[in-house]
Every structure is written in structure tokens, then in C-alpha cells.
């Protein structure tokens, strides 16, 4: 299997490239926000737990996004492989799911890091909040989200660094050229 993380604070460019990698490589994308967006918008007991951390930008409990996966990994697990969107956002999400791809004999291929400079981040998720309407995508909620990645979630970026399997890509630029940059990397470890 070919299995990717594809990281970076909120704004980097995950959601865009990954729509991109999946056509190109056919993995299966799994985006924790969509996955959530879509269970808030059912109203399930899940969405409904989530829904105001969510409006506050900060994290829903690892239990219940590693659960969420786990779930999703196993019913999947005939695929060509993964690309892995705004999840591990913790360390122990990190741990948490390394042990959910050993138990299907896989593991993370690459972890790629999407670089993008603080004020280029809020200019994208405000002109996104007028395109999507995303009720996370106001000022407030857009630094606190930013905060949580800067305090909690890029220690996630040592959990691959240990073995060697993380690299760094700027996040600026065309949506082709940084892309390109990606598919570099992604042909490295393939
Ligand atoms: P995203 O669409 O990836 O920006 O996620 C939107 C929001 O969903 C985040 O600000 C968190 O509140 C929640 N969320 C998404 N993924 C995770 C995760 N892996 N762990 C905890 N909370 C998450």
C-alpha cells in the first residue's frame, strides 16, 4: 500500500492537494474535518459531541477521531492505499494509527509537510469563508486554530521525523507547482 499523511497547518492546501494525489495515485482519501462536517450536518451523536469544539477551532477528543479511522481502515482496507488529511493531529493520534495500519500489515509510506507562512494562512481561510461559508473560517476561531497546530499538533511532525519518513514542501505557489513539488516526494517513497 502506498499511504500518505499529508500535514500542515489549517490553509496549507491539504484538502486541495489531496484531491489532486488521489486522481493521480487512486488512494482513498480520508479527511477527518470532512468526516466530521458530515456527521454534524446528520446530526449523529458523534456530530453533535463535535460540533462546538469544532466552532471553536479546537480538537475533538482522540478517542473519538481514532476510533472514526479505525473504522474507516478496516472497511478499506482493500484499497491501493491512503492519503491521510488533517489526521494525526496528536502524537498518540500518531501512535494510534500506526497500530491501525500494522494490523493490516501497512504502515505510513511518507508523512509531507505543507510550509505556508502565518499571514498567507488567514488571508486563505478568510477569502475561503466567503467562498464556503466554513463557520470555523472567522478571525477568532481561524488564530486558535492556528495556535492549536503551533502548540499540540506540529510535535506530531517529530513522530516521523524518527524514522526518517517526513518532508517539508513549500506550500506557496501555483496549486500545479506545488503539486509537482508534492508527486517529487511521493515518487521518492513510492
Ligand atoms: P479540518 O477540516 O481538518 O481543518 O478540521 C476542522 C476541525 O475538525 C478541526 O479544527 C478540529 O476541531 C476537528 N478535527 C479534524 N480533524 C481532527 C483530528 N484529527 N483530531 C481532532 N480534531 C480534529
Redesign the pocket.
Known sequence: MLNIVIFGP?GAG??TQSKMIIEKYKLMHL????I??AEMAKKTPLGME?KN??E???????E??NKM?KKKIEENADQRGFIF??????PE?AEALDKMLAEIGSGISVMISLEVDEQELIDRLLKRAEIEG?K?DNIE?IKN?IN?YNEVTSRVMNHYKKTGRSRSVSGTGSIEEIFERICRVIDDFA
Open positions: 489549517p491539504k484538502g479527511s477527518t474535518g470532512d466530521l462536517r463535535a469544539l469544532i471553536k477551532g479546537d480538537l475533538v477528543p482522540d473519538i477521531v479511522m488529511d488533517g489526521f494525526p493531529r496528536t493520534q466554513r470555523d476561531t486554530r492549536v
